[in-house]
């Protein structure tokens, strides 16, 4: 089988299983294998300083813990989706460096705070919304499709200083009421254009 078509599977299983389940791809003396690896939250958990399979070649950021590759990757996804390519040329930097880790983070927490029962069962929502809405992403649970966390941008703007973004999430924990800050980026003293264009 051809490479790219693995790769291809290996991105497909990962994205059907939340990243619990990555198949990687070998090559032994020259010839090209495929083997399975199958990691659980218990394994995560007891070897702690473990890291996780690679799937760099499918723009996932590499991370600490396997349990959170896919989600942060689609986190990653949705949210540069969200600021669109004007936006994004403009404070790109500020948001890989300032606003994506935290954000990384706390999607971290929240899966590990769930714990790997109830964790297995969340999904991120695929479409950020268009024009001034707030929305970036949710995590919310299959079985009751109920939010968990929602994770949002807001626009701010501020006399004598210019637009703002906001970046915040709310939880189901305290009814979706309180601002739990991620971070700021300044944009101008012009208007910022819609999300997503």
């Known amino acids: 089988m051809k490479l790219w078509i693995r ?16 198949p990687s791809i070998e090559q032994e003396a020259g010839v090209k294998e495929e083997s399975e690896v199958h990691t659980s939250f218990e394994a995560l958990e007891e070897n702690g300083d473990s890291e996780a399979e690679s799937a760099d070649d499918f723009g996932i950021s590499k991370e600490k813990e396997n349990k959170t590759l896919l989600l942060t990757g689609l986190a990653r996804e949705q949210a540069m989706a969200k600021l669109g390519p004007r936006i994004l040329k403009q404070v790109e930097d500020e948001f890989l460096e300032g606003i994506l880790p935290e954000m990384e983070e706390v999607l971290s927490s929240l899966l590990i705070e769930a714990g790997p029962q109830e964790a297995v069962y969340f999904k991120i929502t695929d479409q950020p919304s268009y024009g001034y809405g707030e929305r970036i992403f949710h995590i919310y649970d299959v079985r009751s499709e109920e939010d968990v966390a929602r994770f949002h941008v807001r626009r701010d703007k501020r006399p ?3 637009y703002w973004f906001n970046f915040h999430y709310h939880l189901s924990k305290d009814n979706f009421e309180k601002h739990h800050q991620i971070g ?3 944009w101008s003293r012009n208007t910022p254009p819609k999300w997503m264009a």
């Open 160 to 162: 004598l200083e210019g």
């Open 7 to 22: 790769k291809v599977f290996v991105f497909l299983i990962a994205l059907v299983t939340l990243g619990f389940y990555i």
């Open 184 to 186: 700021e980026i300044y």
